[in-house]
């Protein structure tokens, strides 16, 4: 297992929620599998910068879900029960979402697509792309 | 006492220049003056137990020389874990990044030292529980301050005695010290592997390195107490068993033994000193 994690402090999601859905994500592909250990709260809040409560927030709302469960002295694993899901179907539904709300601001499907190969380029590309 | 403390704050002193030109950094001379500071107050604490006239009533018949070493070290290895928590990493202004691999203590062991360390605690333990079992009340009726051996001689039986030694007079405070040390030691090596990325320039494979030379130098300072006090409790017993009026030559080669065993504890509890000492501080 050698998953990374990112937090924007720039990205309008809070940081709870961008840990969840990362983590999240990361299990449904199958790159974390059932019975992975995740790092200590303290040692992932550290890392990342973020309060030991933000992260705790994130874990706990994964167990709800049903990705993760915690026993003690045993830390936090991935739980079992998961069918992970093909890496391109998860783009697929990052893809339709991205067109969707574009398509509603308006964007032609030319300058979406233009959107996407610019910000694959770099940041300051896509925001050329806008003006 | 004087000489002593002057080695000692000469050695502070070096450790700070030395530092001081080899790494230019806050956490490099914060981490070598808390290490430093730690050999020196070891250094006069074990000095002041075995000199000062005031200390030797409680302290006494040995006892204040047995529990030395584990004076200096446990105070070595309190330095240590102070220096290793002491500086933070600054937290990151932009995008963060962490890897979801857990991070444990046994990972950032020093892979040499630490089995030196953990056989040097057997060895004490065994020792310790030997001598306790072995030892007996001296002359004023104090529980485990001697060792007396009784031989048949032509004038009849003949009981003697032989101390200090390190029976439960000496081996019960000690144990409860070391202990304190190990619980000391497994608190700084958890602090030192959950605390967060940053601190090293290089990235995440420097914080590694910074981890382990941070673990090394805990496990040093344990070893310092644990190899130190093996070599007191070790040299006590070994002549307190060549001593005793009825050794015999079975004895007397367990006594050379003993002997033998201070001498490798002494050299690994200077190992371990050196480590703390001139140990990575950044």
């Known amino acids: 297992m050698s998953a990374w994690l990112t937090v924007d402090p720039a990205d309008p999601t809070p940081p709870y929620e961008q840990v969840r859905r990362q983590i999240a994500d990361l299990i449904e592909i199958g790159s974390l599998r059932v019975d992975d250990r995740l790092p200590p709260l303290r040692q992932l809040a550290g890392d990342l910068g973020l309060a030991v409560g933000t992260v705790a927030r994130a874990y706990a709302e994964l167990e709800t879900s049903g990705h993760l469960s915690s026993r003690r002295g045993g830390g936090t694993r991935v739980a079992d029960g998961w069918v992970t899901r093909p890496r391109r179907d998860l783009l697929a539904e990052l893809a339709a979402a991205y067109v969707d709300r574009a398509r509603t601001l308006g964007c032609a499907d030319d300058a979406i697509e233009r959107a996407v190969v610019a910000r694959l380029r770099g940041p300051v590309g896509a925001e050329e792309t806008w003006r | ?282």
């Open chain 2, 1 to 282: 006492m004087g000489p002593v403390i002057g080695v000692a704050v000469l050695t502070f002193a070096v450790m700070v220049v030395v530092t001081a030109v080899r790494h230019r950094g806050a956490r490099a001379l914060a981490v070598t003056l808390v290490r430093g500071a730690g050999v020196t107050i070891g250094v006069v604490a074990a000095a002041m137990a075995v000199a000062q006239p005031g200390l030797k009533g409680g302290l006494s018949l040995g006892r204040a020389e047995m529990l030395a070493p584990v004076l200096f070290g446990g105070s070595v290895l309190v330095a240590s874990v102070i220096a290793e928590t002491l500086v933070r990493a600054p937290r990151p202004l932009g995008v963060r990044h962490a890897s979801l691999l857990t991070r444990a203590i046994r990972d950032y062991l020093p892979p040499r030292l630490a089995p030196l360390v953990l056989l040097a605690a057997g060895l004490l333990a065994t020792l310790l529980t030997i001598t306790t079992a072995t030892a007996s009340p001296d002359d004023q009726g104090r529980p485990g301050r001697w060792l007396t051996t009784s031989c048949q001689t032509p004038d009849g039986l003949l009981s003697a005695s032989s101390g200090p030694y390190p029976g439960s007079g000496f081996s019960l405070p000690l144990s409860i010290a070391l202990l304190l040390c190990v619980a000391l030691a497994g608190l700084g090596l958890r602090q030192v592997v959950a605390r967060p990325r940053g601190i090293a320039a290089d990235g995440e494979a420097g914080d590694d390195e910074l981890r382990r030379a941070s673990s090394r130098a805990i496990v040093a300072g344990l070893g310092v107490a644990v190899a130190g006090s093996l070599s007191g409790c070790a040299a006590f017993a070994a002549s307190a068993v060549i001593r005793v009026a009825c050794a015999t030559s079975l004895s007397v080669a367990a006594g050379v033994l003993l002997a033998l065993l201070a001498a490798a504890a002494a050299v690994l509890a200077a190992g371990c000193l050196a480590l703390v000492v001139g140990g990575r501080a950044a």
